[in-house]
């Protein structure tokens, strides 16, 4: 459904000197979502989860410069193309509210998503609309408030409500469950996994890694811009099995784990030499390749790796 190969995204800006420079916030990405799949996507604030999304839907500020490729549904994802099927094939539940039209009321929101995605008939239409909204729990009444009404919580299950009430085969969540009480995330997770149970494929974008792990398929982490494994679910069930030094310890800053602290995001090392694995720094395995040569993405273990001492 989606593939993303060795996806970069940097950003340029006016220094004080009135010269033209850039910042690179995204490396090499990679990552591939199969129809019927939900696939994870962790890793610490800034490691570039959310700019992926909006990669995707070709929403990144004019200043952005990309390279590298995506693909949907075996076709290249162009520019012209994402215009046609953004909202329609592709939807997005963004991690902010103020995606919300302050000026219209929530279920008129919602509605207009149904007849976006196919449901032209606006009775249809406004009748999916209270559906969906009853799915996350929010009585009829809901559907006549302004944003502004709405609590952050609620304002949350209004944007997956909008989401998922139409056809799209392709998914992105940006951290659906943030602001959720645990009743209300469970409901908006196991919406996502029976919606991909029917076919359709979702980027799950999370930092709670232990709740998606009850619906996902696959986990891919993801360190500066970088991304540094695939994994099965079930490699962080039982005896752990996961490849990569980042990944084990992410998973052991858990409360629920060890609770250690978790490795800080990449500096430029004092040598300033850049280009290797960015986690190097941190890591008890490196090696001398590791601060000169990116690794490249290995299968290991029914997995996928980027690590010279995986």
Known sequence: ????????????????????????AITSLDIEVKAGEIMAVVGQSGAGKSLLAHAILGILPRNAHT??????????????RIKKIRGKEIALIPQSINYLNPLLKVGTQVARAARLSGLKNRDEAKQAAHSALARYLLDDSVAKYYPFQLSGGMARRILTATATVGMADLLLADEPTNGLDALAAEEALGHLRELADTGKAVLLITHDIESVLKITDRVSVFYDGITLEVANTSDFTGK?????????????????????????????????????CPYHLHCAKHGPDCADELPRMQELRDGLVRCHNA
């Open 1 to 24: 459904m989606l593939k993303v190969e060795n996806f970069s995204v940097s950003f340029s800006y006016n220094s004080s000197q009135l010269s033209k420079k850039q910042v690179s």
């Open 67 to 80: 390279a590298g490729k995506i693909y949907f549904k075996g076709r290249s994802l162009t520019a012209q």
């Open 240 to 276: 752990l099995c996961l490849r990569h030094p980042y990944t084990t310890a992410l998973w052991a800053a858990l409360p629920t784990n060890s609770f250690t602290s978790p490795p800080s995001q990449a500096t430029t090392p004092s040598n300033g030499k850049t280009g290797g």
